[in-house]
T-cell receptor, first 116, second 113 residues
Framework: AQSVTQLDSHVSVSEGTPVLLRCNYS??????LFWYVQHPNKGLQLLLK??????LVKGINGFEAEFKKSETSFHLTKPSAHMSDAAEYFC??????????????FGTGTRLKVLA | DTAVSQTPKYLVTQMGNDKSIKCEQN?????MYWYKQDSKKFLKIMFS???????INETVPNRFSPKSPDKAHLNLHINSLELGDSAVYFC????????????FGSGTQLSVL
């Protein structure tokens, strides 16, 4: 069975400091992995997507994530936090299979707070 | 132009009522979805349609009935609303059903009193 675990429900960082949001996944097959961001009262927006082309994936707004198969992790990072990064972040896994439907399995979310 | 639009944005209603939420996408996508986000922000898929055909139907009470008149529209009708139905409902679409990125609407906040 596929699952995704976001290890921190809340993360607080100071503006200008690095951001690390942790995600571990479990998948029987080679997964596709995503990070989505949800700003208050808004829909979710895709930050980046991993589909086995390269282990380091660059996304929008300076975010990137590294796929580590040995650690079954897909942590999201950003070198320097900005106030506008304050939002809820979701890690998503969906298995790559040769048949059947694709279900996007969402993590429980990490709320990022950026302190001035 | 909004890519995925859903209406209404807010819906407040009494228990036992029937209500509908509408969703439209102008991206030319084949696949559309309904997700439910609970008070703890947990997102779970409810339904998915591909070219007007139901392809995912999670364990959802049969009071919830999706309808896709064409591939650009996916509406959600809810009968006999219950307190536990209070949540934010998101419509989404993707180019196809194969691991494509999702485009989300801005959500419908449903409050059942």
């Amino acid at each position: 069975a596929q699952s995704v675990t976001q290890l921190d429900s809340h993360v607080s960082v100071s503006e200008g400091t690095p951001v690390l949001l942790r995600c571990n996944y479990s998948s029987s097959y080679s997964p596709s992995l995503f990070w989505y961001v949800q700003h208050p009262n808004k829909g979710l927006q895709l930050l980046l997507k991993y589909t086995s082309a390269a282990t380091l994936v660059k996304g929008i707004n300076g975010f990137e994530a590294e796929f580590k198969k040995s650690e079954t992790s897909f942590h999201l990072t950003k070198p320097s936090a900005h106030m506008s990064d304050a939002a809820e972040y979701f890690c998503v896994v969906t298995p790559t299979t040769t048949s059947g439907t694709y279900k996007y399995i969402f993590g429980t979310g990490t709320r990022l707070k950026v302190l001035a | 132009d909004t890519a995925v639009s859903q209406t209404p944005k807010y819906l407040v209603t009494q228990m036992g009522n029937d209500k509908s939420i509408k969703c439209e996408q102008n991206l030319g996508h084949d696949t559309m979805y309904w997700y439910k986000q609970d008070s703890k922000k947990f997102l779970k898929i409810m339904f998915s349609y591909n070219n007007k055909e139901l392809i995912i139907n999670e364990t959802v009470p049969n009071r919830f009935s999706p309808k896709s008149p064409d591939k650009a529209h996916l509406n959600l009708h809810i009968n006999s609303l219950e307190l536990g139905d209070s949540a934010v409902y998101f419509c989404a679409s993707s180019y196809s059903w194969r691991n494509e990125k999702l485009f989300f609407g801005s959500g419908t906040q449903l409050s059942v009193l």
